[in-house]
């Protein structure tokens, strides 16, 4: 019969408890009388210590001997109840522990009970393969047999944490894979649609990238309800880009690009708006812009062009002339500008759901052949006189905007911001303003009030057949981060966007254009000319809001560089074998001609013999 910690106390030599008891107390009662002796005659000591020149007459000197006494006593007793909690389980110093030694016993003994029948299944499969395979307890395995199980030691120190719980590891990681690898598809999706697997952890579990991407892209289109079909995935090399940079990953804002954490740090922005109830936009403005630059004979004659152009009843005859070249522009209005003998004309145009450069260019053409009827002597010098001003910095649009002039907010509350942002309200606010304002003026930025505005714009534009090259006015953007738990904005001028014509039409765009419920012009009842591609520039923003909130979440925390260092950086590949004999420079030519990296212009020059 197995005795309990209890009786193997009882049956050793117990110390006398009653007398240590009573000596706790008179060592205690001394010290605290002495404490409030000196306390009240304190300054009789002090006025004597000053006539009293040796320590030894001082009266200070046998409280300090008694003193010594007693915290060598309190010392001396509380290290000996450290050495073996069980021989004075008894003590004051146990403070109600007398049957802690018992509760950990049983404690241990359910939580190994709960291990062994966690660990059956793996204790099963093995010992079917080999009968006299034996698992070490603590390797994350219960014990084969309980024959021979030791009973808890009963020296556990007093103040000591109690021992960590004993579980049951979970299966390698190569177990893992293997086991997720033999799944189908059909039993990959349903795990990720009841939370158990990760979409991110598809390629890790399965090692097999194509296959991971072609179960994200069936969770998505299950989670969305959309035919992903057009887009390309097959016959790619995943693994040059897995681990260092980020496949065309569609979820509900598609994005291509091969900046590292980019999707990522966007999805985690995305994460905190929609957990704080998403955000708010509005499209203020909606005009496409094109300038012509037209030349007079004298500055005269090109003032009087800006006159002409002024009047109400002139201004609608460009009009008419305008909008009888297409079906869906609408001209805006018109504003000359003089320089001299030149006139710039910025016509500003509604397209539809195209983004409307050539459709703005036609119109332009035929508003001009009125201008040329009314003023015989003008010339045209251009079609575009750099005032529009397209796919270059320019004051004229962040001032006066150009496509889509749209605001998108939301308000994170502080929770939120430490739990998912990993940073802090005040910290993001006073960044930001260090950061995208002060420093971007210092600076001289134009629309350049922003962390990394220009990343998540063209990563969606290059995703949704957009003209890359119109980022430069269409990441305009001024981030604000104000109190409110963390209110947040992006406002942003100059979102050129459309939904038809250029690479819209491509396959692979037009369904990433499907996904966000965009593709092609509007339709339906209640819909509106341009309303598809309004709606696209309101993604843009919301993407822009969230790429904005984790980039500067991980700048106040000085995450960035750390997280690059993660999740940017493949794995060293091994040596490539020996090339073959047909090489064109042998070994010892290559090493011997061979440049530095960052070579200087004089080693350049020596290197060719210059």
Known sequence: MKKSSSDVIKEKPQPKWAVLQAMNFVVLGVFASSVTYVAIHYRDYVSESEESASPLTNMFFPIMVLWSFCLAYFFGFFGISLINKNTLSESPSTYGLEHYADEQEQQQQQEQDAAEKKASPFIQ?????????????????????????????????????????????????????????????????AQLLDGSLKDYQLEKKLGDYERAVGVRRALYEHVLEKDLSLIPYSGYDYGKVFGANCEMEPIYIPMATTEGCLVASANRGCKAISVSGGCMSVVMKDSITRAPCLRLPSAMRAAAVKRWCGALENYQQLEQAFNSTTNYGKLVSVEATVAGRNVYLRFNCMSGDAMGMNMVSK?????????????PDLVLVAISGNMCTDKKPAAINWILGRGKSIVVEAIIPENIVKSVLKSSVYDMIETNKQKNH????????????????????????????????????????????????????????????????????????????????????????????????????????????????????????NQLVKAHMVHNRKPQASAPAAAPAAAAVPAAATQEHALPRNSSMPELKQHAGI
């Not at 177990?175 to 999706?189: K, N, P, Q, T």
């Not at 119109?363 to 009125?370: D, F, N, P």
């Open 125 to 189: 499969a093995a010992t079917t393969s080999t009968s006299a395979q034996v698992f070490e307890q603590g390797a994350g395995f219960a014990a084969a047999s309980t024959d021979n199980k030791h009973a808890p030691r009963n020296d556990t120190v007093i103040c000591s944490d109690k021992p960590a719980a004993a579980t049951a590891a979970p299966t390698s990681s190569a177990g893992d894979a293997v086991e997720f690898a033999e799944l189908s598809d059909e039993d990959i999706l």
């Open 363 to 375: 119109g332009c053409l035929k508003a001009i052949e009125v201008l040329e009827a009314e003023f």
């Open 438 to 557: 002060i420093g971007s003026a210092m600076a001289g930025s134009v629309g350049g009030f922003n962390a990394h505005a220009a990343n998540i714009v063209t990563a969606v534009f290059l995703a949704t057949g957009q003209d890359p090259a119109q980022n430069v006015e269409s990441s305009n953007c001024l981030t604000i981060m104000e109190y409110a738990s963390l209110h947040v904005s992006v406002t942003m001028p100059s979102v050129e966007v459309g939904t038809v014509g250029g690479g819209t039409h491509l396959p692979a765009q037009a369904g990433c254009l499907e996904i966000c419920g965009v593709r092609g012009a509007a339709k339906g009842a209640g819909s509106s000319p341009g309303d598809n591609a309004r709606k696209l520039a309101q993604i843009v923003g919301s993407a822009v809001l969230a790429g904005e909130l984790s980039l500067m979440a991980a700048l106040a925390a």
